[in-house]
């Protein structure tokens, strides 16, 4: 997600200009407020909104793009600068080679970052699976990040996990049960899966890359979380599989619980009526988490 840049002056430059003295000094790139980013053979589009330190980087998860933060975007936009962009094979964006590990998307917006001029420091904002994301770049760019918001995210062990909670397999299985089989087993490995895969992801690749990420240390982690009483996933479950939802739930909170692990310096937030989706049913929640951290961010 290239643009065009319009210049700001330094304060170099206006004394040389007070002095009538000419300067071969280029002005300082200020970036546009959305546009198309070269990062390497195919371009990625990308929009900001608002002002300050830091930056709030979106990271949608599997198969969404930008559009997905648009009522977080209109909360945090008032108080800092906030981007989202659309990934490779995605929205405006570029189609790029497959298959796609982690580290390729972390390369990716880094490389945005950097040719469009949005300068950091960041807090990294990843729902689902843009929570592994979110993960894998801060391992990449560790001094880059200040803060990580994680919004119902993925786990890197949450496929085999959650697969141990289905009932053994079977012929004539529910078809809720055949969509989680499938489902989870692409969350292990992308390769032959019949699940649809848009972005091209080896997801076992991506997952060892997150499973090798340096801890966090005390960086400061939010974990949102969905709201425990919520079918998972499914909506509409039948009482026939109410037990195996259930389960499935308990084992997706655990592994929740694992993520705000991850930082000695993190807080854990339940959704109070959200399910899955916390930043279009429950915009707000994640708007106070970014808030919160962007001002213990700047109060260092």
Known sequence: MNMRMIGC????????????????QPPTP???????????????????????????????GMGSDSSFWARVIAGVAGTTRVCAYDR??????????????????????????????????????????????????????PEEVAGIVLVDAAHPDAGPRLLAG???????????????RQMFTWISDTNGSPYPNPEGWDTQAGNAQVNAAKPLGDLPLVVISQNPANPFFVANVP??????????????????GELAGLSTNSTHLIAARAGHNIPIEEPALVVDAILELTNEVRSR
């Open 9 to 24: 002056v330094t304060v170099l430059t206006l004394l040389l200009t007070a002095c009538s003295a000419p300067t071969s």
């Open 30 to 60: 200020t970036p546009m407020p959305s546009g198309m980013v070269d990062v390497g053979g195919y371009e990625l589009f990308y929009q900001c909104s608002g002002q300050g330190s830091p930056t709030v980087i979106l990271e949608a």
């Open 88 to 141: 490779a094979n995605l929205g405006r964006s570029d189609e790029a080679r497959t298959p796609r590990t982690f580290r390729d998307a972390g390369r990716d917006l880094h490389t945005l970052l950097g040719n469009a001029g949005i300068g950091g420091p960041y807090i990294l904002v990843g729902h689902s699976l843009g929570g592994e994301l979110v993960r894998v770049f801060t391992d990449q760019y």
């Open 166 to 180: 289905l009932p053994p397999e079977s012929a004539d299985e529910p078809e809720n049960i055949r969509f989680y």
């Open 239 to 256: 009482p026939s599989l109410t037990e195996t939802n259930t389960q499935l739930q308990q084992i997706w909170q655990d592994l929740q």
